[in-house]
């Protein structure tokens, strides 16, 4: 069973930085591209950023791009998000997506999800 | 970006009801359309890849179809646990990008 686990929100700061983990598990993570979803509470969903299975390629929503970071370890089974400049547009519960199908391209379709961690950016 | 609209925004119905819910997107996006279910408290779901195919696990009672830029997804006998919130994504190119949401009520 895929089970994908999101940690690392809390309430913080506009201006600070926050780094979100999630932890993947159930499935042969290396082949799998992986990605970040946010959803801003009580409303729609928004892809932040995606990385390929071995990283070549990675990709950012333009209201991230140059704020936020994503990387993986694949011998941890992980990837990563760190978040700089944290605005208040950035506060939303931040969803893991593992793609749906294996391969080293971006499939674009998020296959399975985690619970999700909340982050709150308040001054 | 390829914007995606969804419609209904709400839906009020009763269980064994037939529900269709819209999605339009803003330029040709072929098949590469994704139906997601979204409930409070629980990771969403992928329903339908690729506007028509059914993930495996999901009920028979959810379908899809369309192409181009129009597309449904329908519920044909509304289940009590399928009250939720629906999202289209349209996954043709980046930066992927999901309807508003239209959410199913009693």
């Known amino acids: 069973e895929v089970q994908l686990e999101e940690s690392g929100g809390g309430l913080i700061h506009p201006g600070w930085s926050l780094r979100l983990s999630c932890v993947a598990s159930g499935f042969n993570f290396g082949d799998f591209a992986m990605y970040w979803v946010r959803q801003i509470p009580g409303k729609g969903l928004q892809w932040v950023s995606g990385?390929?299975?071995?990283?070549?390629?990675?990709e950012y929503a333009a209201s991230v791009r140059g704020r936020f970071i994503i990387s993986r370890d694949n011998s941890m089974n992980s990837i990563y998000l760190q978040m700089n400049d944290l605005r208040a547009d950035d506060t939303a519960r931040y969803y893991c997506s593992k793609g749906r199908n294996p391969g080293d391209l971006f499939g674009g379709v998020f296959g399975s999800w985690g619970l999700g961690t909340l982050v709150t950016v308040s001054s | 970006d390829v914007q995606m609209t969804q419609s209904p925004s709400t839906l009020s119905a009763s269980i064994g009801d037939r529900v269709t819910i819209t999605c339009r997107a803003s330029e040709s996006i072929s098949i590469w359309l994704a139906w997601y279910q979204v409930k409070p408290g629980k990771a969403p779901k992928l329903l339908i890849h690729k506007a028509s195919n059914l993930e495996s696990e999901v009920p028979s009672r959810f379908s899809g179809s369309g192409s181009g830029r129009e597309f449904t997804l329908t519920i044909s006998s509304l289940q009590p646990d399928d009250f939720a919130t629906y999202f289209c994504q349209q996954s043709n190119v980046s930066p992927w990008t999901f309807g508003q949401g239209t959410q199913v009520e009693v």
């Open positions: 990385i390929t299975s071995n990283a070549d390629t990675i």
